[in-house]
């Protein structure tokens, strides 16, 4: 009987053990499929959140977009109005002639805001392009989700993706292979400073300026002056902004060069009373006549002295033709005086302007430097 009961309980012992043993499995596999579901909404919110970061999209548009064959998509999204200057090849070619290495991006400076986006992509540390984020919805967890708002190829670009270029108004200049039209000249016939003043004689040289906005990509710019292609320089002090020079003509000075190095000689001795105003104006019209009478003369300093001279050096730099009747060039010339008792040197700088008539080249007109 004893035995009996004792059996039982041992029994009932064993049933209850099973039971919470079953219990604590059951509740086990309940939890861990609780902490996967968990994990699995914890994984998927972290996902979403982080899709829904500009960075993560930006990223994503630098791996899928931007390469030639993918570049069609990427400038369709652009939301400004597409220049008549340029079209999406024009932004492939430069795609492929500026993309050498690596893509990277980084938030640009002054622009980026949480709400808008703003990145610059480079390429081995040279800015390629600009690209503006928007917001164009949500995601099912709640987060933004970003797609390109506009696009802009190049670290030429100024205010309003704009370009400006100066050329001769008489020379062809073409955007893209477009001749450039009346509609984008913003400045019309503005003479050139130097040769301002001969329009007695001569017809006064002038630029055009023009400027474009509204471009996608750095574009490629030609102007053509009496078939001769100018050389084009680009302003590294101001973005966008282009000039294309008259042109020089070494034909042409070489010719002009011992009489231009006569007007610095007779000009340097003409202000240490050592020449002739006379001859000096021999070679001398218009303004350039009327002014040097008025030029500030150093011979005083030398009254009643005794003095010999030199031309240390007699340079011409910057020559330029206009046209087949008009030039300008600079000038440079270092004239040493020794009175005995003291030296100077006159370090002096002129632009010059000549006019052709009857044959013959004359100083129309001159600036001190």
Known sequence: MIEDKKSDRRYKKKRRLKGYWKFLAIYSGVLAGLIVIGLIWVYG?????????????????????????????????????VSPYEDVDNVRKYLENTVNGNLTFARKSGEYTNDSPVYLVKSDDKNIAKVSLKETGKNRRGFSVWAVDAVTFGEFLGKDNAITITAPSDAVVTINGKQAGEDIIRKQDVPVEIAKNVGDYVKVPCNNVYRIEGLMAEPEITAVLNGRQLELKKDDNADGTYTAAYPSDDELLAGQSDNIKNINIEYGKYIINKGSLTRLKSYMTGNAKKYVSDIPAVWAFLWGKNYTYEFKSNEISNFVKYSDDCFSCDVHFDLYVNWNTGDKTYDTNLSYVFVKQSGKWYLADFAIK
């Open 45 to 81: 919110l972290l996902g979403a959140y982080e899709k829904g970061m500009p960075d993560v999209a930006m990223d994503n548009i630098i791996r899928t977009q931007f390469s030639s064959e993918n570049i069609d998509n990427l400038v369709n999204q652009n939301a400004g109005e």
